[in-house]
């Protein structure tokens, strides 16, 4: 009972005694019995606990970018294997943004019932920009998804895009 809060009638160890209401004594007698138990616990948290956290949420760790593959050696196992990682969280990543987005145009298109096709266009338009985006960088990729596969998959696309036009309109022809 350091501080001189702790002194004050309606505290016991940190714990706030309700009003007494003047019903009957064996309230106070258990208002009191719960202080001294609860007392201590808020004691600890809010002198040891509390000074002593670290003041972050854990769900925002943010991990450091490593190097991509084609950044690595062709011997480096380890830098391969840290990018093979740093793919798998950022797929992770992004298919459960996918899923917050169809999430909420199904939301808003249970809310907006019958005209939801329509006053849910904006969401729809976002989800489906996505959805391509996901299927061009993990798409044809199977299971076992490997940081090399992938980095392939984007040079194969850019070689194609590059002599042919967008993915989708067809071959150009040759013409002579």
Not at 78 to 91: G, H, P, S, T, V
Not at 98 to 110: A, K, N
Request: net charge neutral.
């Amino acid at each position: 009972m350091s501080s001189d809060s702790d002194a004050m009638p309606g505290k016991i160890f940190g714990y706030e005694k309700q009003v007494h209401t003047g019903r009957n004594s064996i309230e106070d007698f258990l208002e009191n019995l719960k202080g001294i138990i609860l007392g201590p616990v808020i004691w600890v948290r809010e002198t040891i606990v509390k000074p002593n956290q670290k003041d972050y949420n854990y769900y925002h760790e943010q991990l450091r970018r490593v190097p991509t593959v084609d950044q690595c050696y062709d011997d480096d196992r380890l830098c391969k294997w840290e990018a093979n990682q740093q793919l798998i969280r950022d797929k992770l990543i992004d298919s459960n943004i996918l899923s917050i987005l169809r999430q909420r145009y199904e939301d808003c298109r249970i809310y907006e019932s019958p005209d939801g096709i329509r006053k849910c266009k904006p969401l729809s338009d976002i989800y489906q920009e996505a959805e391509e985006n996901y299927s061009i960088k993990y798409g044809d990729l199977g299971v076992a998804v490997t940081a090399e596969r992938c980095y392939a998959k984007q040079l194969n696309r850019m070689i194609w895009e590059r002599r042919h036009g967008p993915v989708g309109t067809g071959m150009k022809k040759d013409s002579l």
